[in-house]
């Protein structure tokens, strides 16, 4: 763990632990079991073996070179999309489960948005032999019925969540709620650098491959550290694992892009960054978007994986520390640059990670030609083809 996390897990005043009392011994036990896990090379070699023969890394980075001449500068694709079950979250998954085996926990739950995390979560309990339940708010679970198959044919239980709006923060209550109740035997494979520490930096650091693999094909390819690196940001898993390795190099910029939704003016997006309004929500404090009475808003994003409304606590330390900016793209943008995308460079993207792609097509003419920008594609864009077609005909 780095420096930041030395006091007790904060970052700056972010972070912490906000949660019932019954949760601090399991948290406790959880910091102590990936402790000793980073110092175990057995655990480090068996979970290098599983990301290279499983998951399906290292990734390429590409070089976009029909991108490349619409955004205005060279853009390079991190090619996420490229893994097993579709996007970036099975690096977590597959860490988090091998933990919860080294720990001699039978059973792991999790709580799914679009269906993104569970997919990824039940794909890897199916791998180490491990019971899977996966929360899911049932209005998500109707929208999003072909993951949900997918997880039950991977073997998971999906148990759909009928209160509240019936949506991800519904699910996440109901998860919290089981691990509470089956803590010796459960471990929650929480989903982004979200949550009560050790989450945060846990998640963090099973995403830092990225970064990694990324540093050494840049100075591989272009003789040189980049000068931008770009990522879109819900909880911040994909973003920050792409920073992480780049962070003390003073000459890379980095932006984050977050879900501009219908616009800022309309109230309906899920940039917390702009607002700048610190709470507490899901065991970690953070920017939250909340009204003035404290309540958590209602978020919206075309893309389900950045409808979220708290940032992860170390984007929140890094942006006030002017290390990362953080950035927006509306749902205009985003779906622009899927097309964009696809017909350019035969990718359909994750709509989310269509937000990255959107800020270089943006701004790529104001850094040059020569500007070498490296953008994540954290996912593809499978899962987003219905709705894609949908909002076209709505739109047109
Ligand atoms: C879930 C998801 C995201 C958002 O999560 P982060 O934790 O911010 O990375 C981004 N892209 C894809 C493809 C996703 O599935």
Known sequence: MSDA??????????GGRFVPETLIHALDELERAYAEACADDAFQRELSLVLR?????????????????AAGCQVWLKREDLLHTGAHK????????LLAKRMGKPRVIAETGAGQHGVATAAAAA???????????????????????????????????????RTLKDAINEAMRDWVTHVRTTHYVLGSVLGPHPFPSMVRDFHRVIGAEAREQCLARMGRLPDVLVACVGGGSNAIGLFHAFLGDAGVRMVGVEAGGAGLGSGRHAARV??????????????????LHGQIRETHSVSAGLDYPALGPEHAWLHDQGRVEYSHADDTEALAAFALLAQREGILPALESSHAVAWVLREGAALGPDAQVVVNLSGRGDKDVAEVLRLRSERA
């Open 274 to 291: 702009p607002e700048h309004s610190v709470g507490v929500l899901h065991g970690t404090r953070t920017l939250v978007l909340q009204d």
């Open 127 to 165: 791998r180490f032999g491990l019971e899977c339940v996966v929360y899911m708010g049932a209005e998500d679970a109707r929208r999003q019925r072909l993951n949900v198959e997918r997880m039950r044919l991977l073997g998971a239980e999906v148990r759909e969540v009928d209160a509240g709006s």
């Open 5 to 14: 996390d030395a006091r007790a897990g904060y970052f700056g005043p972010y």
């Open 90 to 97: 099975i690096d977590n998954t597959v860490g988090q489960c």
């Open 53 to 69: 023969d499983f998951v399906g890394r290292p990734t390429p980075l590409f070089h976009a070179q029909r991108l490349s001449e």
